[in-house]
């Protein structure tokens, strides 16, 4: 099945694109999708404990079924917070 992988932050700039579509077997889950970049770019293994994943804009567990068509996003950790304004 196709899925979109869409990447934003360090893992666009590490991948050097924002999206990509993915050819992944019928009972592929978001970790699968996460495991086929990092054997493309295996720098990015170690960024997987801090990250969130989404599918179809909704945040979902890596072990997700997915489904053809489906778009998956994974999302590093944010900072930055407040700037001392009150």
Known sequence: MKVRVRLFAVLRD???RSELDL???EDATPEDAWRHLVKE????APRRRSL???????YAA???PLAEGDEVVFIP????GS???A
Do not use: I, Q, T
């Open 14 to 16: 590490a991948m050097g």
């Open 23 to 25: 050819e992944l077997p």
């Open 41 to 44: 770019h295996p720098a990015l």
């Open 52 to 58: 969130a994943a989404a599918v179809n804009r909704r």
């Open 62 to 64: 890596f072990d997700a």
């Open 77 to 80: 950790p944010v900072s930055g």
């Open 83 to 85: 700037n001392g304004a």
